[in-house]
């Protein structure tokens, strides 16, 4: 297949309105593989990869995760905008093939980045995060996996850390717990954002870096790897300032988020404060937060 064909937009060669609607924007990605937007709703557009299902370029394995078109039973579907149906697969394998044959990748990915946050969703492909071996305070001499991308474990240097990978700690953890994070020599020489490393908090600010990941990832907390009651003493202990400010705006609901959403699109709201999302002081559990 000529390669400056796929650097075109490209008129599918087949008909799948009947399954998807009307298709307004189409693209060959690699030999037998498509990119679909179908109008959907009439507000929003429905983004889809279409593989046929004899494409060389995409595994076995990546295929199973697209859905047979009812009138295209040669032809698999999977939605781009469905995080856990498989599509950072698809992905991976299109952006592979493409720098296999020295086709170019959409500006600021590589396959190192597709992978990376990829890992999250469909770690029964890419595989868990793994747990570093290096950190700034030693080698690592074991760990727990707290879950998937977020690990406590100790060093040869008799430290206790908690590191939280790349893309959990890119998105979830305020610029304060960042602050708070070391890197490792190599990250810092290449550029964390180049090497999509690790950060790691040494055993007294992790329990900030993870009050604010179960935010976002509940599941640590039912982990069983942590005492919530120990965590939060830390976080009194270790971030007094912290917890007091976080207690304070949680009392005045400005953690709502949807009720903020609402009061900038013009939307009276009542923000909404929940006691039991508080920072306590409990005076007999210590703060030994990890059950390592």
Known sequence: ???????????????????????????????????????????FAQEYY???????????????????????????????DEPEGGRDVIKYEISRYRKKNGLPLPDGESLLTIASYAMENNPEYFGSFPAPIHTPRGTMTRY????????????????????????????ALSDYAKQLGEQTAYDKEQGIDETMGYLFFKESDGALAL????????????????????????????????????????????????????????????????PDRLIRLTMDAGTDYLRF
């Open 1 to 43: 297949m000529d390669k400056r064909n796929m650097e075109q937009p490209a008129e599918l060669p087949f008909d799948i309105e009947e399954d998807l609607g009307t298709i307004v924007d189409s693209e060959l990605l690699c030999p037998g593989v498509y990119y679909a937007a179908s109008e959907g709703d009439g507000r």
């Open 50 to 80: 279409i593989i046929e299902r004899g494409a060389s370029c995409i595994s076995e394995a990546a295929k199973a995760y697209g859905k047979l078109l009812p009138h295209h039973p040669e032809l698999l579907a999977c939605r781009i």
């Open 144 to 171: 727990k996996t707290i879950i998937n991308g977020v690990i406590a474990l100790e060093t040869d240097q008799c430290e206790r850390m908690v590191a939280v990978c790349y893309p959990m700690w890119e998105t």
């Open 211 to 274: 009050f604010e990941l179960a935010g976002e990832f509940p599941e640590i907390l039912s982990s069983g790897l942590l005492d919530l009651r120990a965590l939060h003493n830390a976080l009194w202990q270790n971030h007094p300032q912290y917890s007091v400010i976080y207690n304070r705006d949680e009392q005045n609901g400005l953690h709502d988020a949807f009720a903020m959403l609402l009061s900038l699109l013009g939307v009276d709201a009542e923000p909404v404060s929940y």
